[in-house]
């Protein structure tokens, strides 16, 4: 009884004004990375880059955020959660406006380095600042909501880099903007920024990713699809006979499809005794996807439409993985369960664009889908076993 009336009163006592300002800040960034993962892409294949290096400088993003995700919480304990947030939006800002600048292929990387440290602390920090804010019964709705506004986002960027295009200064000085953009909501909440005090619990920051290896196996997945079709779908694109606006528009169907399911998604996974099913639901329906794909490359409105449910459905590995954590944990073991869940995003970032690109190289356009899939059939046999499992 006394703790469903804790939980009542926190239910009672939820810091919108806090949960309003990491989910703002964190949607603009995220249209930034929506603009800016094509745009680099394209430059790269437009001079004359293989598939497989667009892959690997992509997949520098994943080392940046492996590196990172230990250090945000830490960082984060000692100067505040607001602090780090400016310092990792200023730095992310001019990383970004950097590239335009650097002339040499391998300055790209350090660049690549400095953009997604940056952008991992944020994620950490904003998804720690999300769920501390959140009802415990309705974690799952909450999340949704986050990873709509996120997905927003993330579909507004490609459709911004239809309408810029990939010439000229102008795309880059408007992804400095929006990043910069992104600390406004951030001050606006200082006063509501989570304490993260205390020592961690359960030991090393590594026995946080094998806490639950459903839901960091699942963000792990949703890293490699997300980045690996984000950064070389244009270059799919182009190989099938696709315009660059035309590609960029499809980026945003998936996009879309994120911003309509993920509050269905989270409000299910809130009703589920055991949130590994629906894992396993969108796990298959992303293999299905990609499946699909080469069977219906060549119309375009059929392609938009496998997108629109696959993006949708397939970012439901992150939002319920999310939720679950936020389930189980809290204070600063759920910040580190955060971190640990960013972690394994990123070597999903470092993993998924490689190969991608190499299967593209190996087995020519179609190795897109067939790379992607991939993941999914691991995943999905990931899940099998510990069904049968205890965890």
Known sequence: MAGGAAADEEIETVRWLALGAAIAS???VGMAIGLGVPLLSVILENRGFSATAIGLNTGVAGLASIAMAPLAIPIAARFGVVATMLVAIVAGAFSFIGFYFATDFWMWFPLRVVLHAAITALFILSEFWISASAPPHKRGLVLGIYATVLSLGFAFGPWLFSRLGSDGILPFVVG????????VPVVAAWRESPAIGGAARRGSFLSYVFLVPTATAAVLVFGAVETGGFALFPVYGNRIGYSEADAALLLTMIGLGNVLLQIPIGMISDRMADRRTLLAVCAAIGLAGMIVLPMVSLDWYVVAAVLFVWGGVVAGLYTVGLAHLGARLTGRDLASANAAFVFCYGLGMLVGPQVTG????ILGAHGFAWSL???FVCYLALVAARL???G
Request: aromatic content about 10%.
């Open 26 to 28: 964190i949607s603009a």
């Open 176 to 183: 400095f903007t929006i990043t910069l953009a992104s600390a």
């Open 358 to 361: 190499i299967g593209m190289d």
């Open 373 to 375: 899939a991939l993941f």
């Open 388 to 390: 049968r499992g205890r």
